[in-house]
């Protein structure tokens, strides 16, 4: 494996563990939302409020999609980050193996897609 090859990797993990530690910084458990004045202080989740007070949100179709989405990837892209953490520093064992270098190839292409 090249030096660039490891570099690119170790700047795959670099970025991970940036996302991780932002991740670490969001607020745990149920998010609540203020509906004008009437439930900022219970701890509903959005799709909750959004059926326990509809007259009082008016979000439309894509915000209530857009807000489920968001939630739905968060725990995903958290476990994303940990394996590709774990592939970069595997693959970089293996070295200049036929898998180490595909592995390599794999990775870096899929962060590549990304940008």
Same mark, same amino acid.
């Given at each position: ?7 690119? +990797? ?6 991970? #563990? ?6 670490? @910084? /969001?607020?745990? *458990? #149920? ?5 004008? *004045? /009437? ?12 059926? +326990?007070?509809?007259? +009082? ?6 915000? /209530?999609?857009? *807000? ?13 980050? /940990?394996?590709?953490? $774990?592939?970069?520093?595997?693959? @970089? ?6 898998? *180490?270098?595909? $592995? ?10 990304? #940008?």
């Amino acid at each position: 494996m090249n030096p660039t090859t490891e570099q690119q +990797l170790d700047a795959i993990v670099v970025q991970c #563990k940036a996302n991780l530690a932002l991740a670490d @910084k /969001r607020t745990p *458990g #149920k998010w609540y939302m203020t509906c004008m *004045g /009437r439930c900022s202080s219970y701890d509903f989740s959005v799709p909750e409020v959004c059926q +326990l007070f509809p007259e +009082l949100v008016h979000w439309t179709d894509q915000q /209530r999609a857009n *807000g489920d989405y968001i939630a739905a990837c968060a725990g995903a892209a958290e476990a994303g980050w /940990r394996s590709t953490i $774990l592939a970069c520093e595997a693959t @970089k064992e293996l070295g200049n193996t036929a898998l *180490g270098i595909a $592995l390599a190839t794999g990775i870096i292409a899929a962060w590549e897609a990304n #940008k």
